[in-house]
């Protein structure tokens, strides 16, 4: 891609979200060498992120959600972007759903990263490393039931050579992990009961691991995995390569 067109228009920006830059940076890091290696083009801000408002706008906080939306874009215009990819279930759901909303002139096309990837893999554009497990898959509530999307992170899985064995609530009648809105800060222990009781369906399918795809989910549920013996990972550490290559 030119310069010119980098500074002016038809970018691509990776976002990764405040949970991921601040609490899951190796997420980011896996995302950001898995986009490269399919040979996507895009931009990273990293450290000038700016919140997306998800966390205002399900505290109710309209006018500063109306405000973060307006910065943001005019932020992502003085770069170039019309195209983001986004590894936040939130952060995707946010942008896709509320930003046109909130911000009228809005013409920025989102996806989530399992889309993109999933693709890739489809075009050959991207290997798929070999985790021949029995696994289970945590619909995350913004990117299953909120967004829709329940096929590409399973086809993704399937890519790397893992069989699915369904938990019992799954896809649009998945069980939330307890991790979000706010629950987990303000009611912890209850919020660890949820996780708990997910963690005991996804035991049940016999499957000693379970994947997903959204950072919240991923640490909440990894968090209270070890007294179930059950190993979570996030989608991305399926798909990474040589684990010596260098982070970004």
């Given at each position: 891609?030119?310069?010119?067109?980098?500074?002016?228009?038809?970018?691509?920006?990776?976002?990764?979200?405040?949970?991921?830059?601040?609490?899951?940076?190796?997420?980011?890091?896996?995302?950001f060498i898995l986009l490269?290696?399919?040979?996507?083009?895009?931009?990273?801000?990293?450290?000038?992120?700016?919140?997306?408002?998800?966390?205002?706008?399900?505290?109710?906080?309209?006018?500063?959600?109306?405000?973060?939306?307006?910065?943001?874009?005019?932020?992502?215009?003085?770069?170039?972007?019309?195209?983001?990819?986004?590894?936040?279930?939130?952060?995707?759901?946010?942008?896709?759903?509320?930003?046109?909303?909130?911000?009228?002139?809005?013409?920025?096309?989102?996806?989530?990263?399992?889309?993109?990837?999933?693709?890739?893999?489809?075009?050959?554009?991207?290997?798929?490393?070999?985790?021949?497990?029995?696994?289970?898959?945590?619909?995350?509530?913004?990117?299953?039931?909120?967004?829709?999307?329940?096929?590409?992170?399973?086809?993704?899985?399937?890519?790397?050579?893992?069989?699915?064995?369904?938990?019992?609530?799954?896809?649009?009648?998945?069980?939330?992990?307890?991790?979000?809105?706010?629950?987990?800060?303000?009611y912890n222990s209850l919020?660890?009961?949820?996780?708990?009781?997910?963690?005991?369906?996804?035991?049940?399918?016999?499957?000693?691991?379970?994947?997903?795809?959204?950072?919240?989910?991923?640490?909440?549920?990894?968090?209270?995995?070890?007294?179930?013996?059950?190993?979570?990972?996030?989608?991305?550490?399926?798909?990474?390569?040589?684990?010596?290559?260098?982070?970004?």
């Amino acid at each position: 891609m030119s310069l010119l067109k980098k500074i002016f228009k038809g970018n691509t920006l990776y976002y990764r979200g405040c949970l991921t830059r601040a609490a899951a940076r190796e997420i980011g890091s896996n995302y950001f060498i898995l986009l490269k290696k399919a040979g996507v083009d895009f931009i990273d801000l990293r450290d000038k992120e700016i919140c997306c408002g998800s966390p205002a706008i399900s505290s109710g906080h309209k006018k500063e959600a109306k405000e973060l939306a307006e910065k943001n874009f005019k932020f992502f215009k003085s770069r170039g972007v019309d195209r983001i990819i986004v590894s936040c279930p939130g952060c995707f759901r946010v942008f896709a759903q509320e930003y046109p909303k909130l911000v009228p002139s809005w013409d920025i096309k989102v996806e989530h990263i399992s889309q993109t990837l999933s693709k890739a893999i489809k075009e050959g554009k991207l290997k798929a490393e070999d985790f021949p497990k029995t696994v289970t898959y945590h619909d995350p509530c913004h990117l299953g039931r909120l967004s829709g999307i329940y096929d590409e992170p399973r086809e993704i899985i399937k890519a790397c050579g893992a069989k699915i064995k369904e938990m019992k609530l799954s896809r649009e009648e998945s069980f939330c992990c307890g991790g979000g809105g706010g629950l987990n800060s303000n009611y912890n222990s209850l919020a660890n009961s949820i996780a708990k009781e997910r963690l005991e369906m996804a035991k049940e399918t016999s499957a000693k691991c379970l994947v997903t795809t959204c950072p919240m989910c991923y640490l909440h549920l990894k968090n209270n995995a070890k007294e179930k013996g059950m190993e979570v990972k996030e989608l991305s550490e399926l798909l990474r390569g040589d684990r010596k290559e260098k982070r970004k």
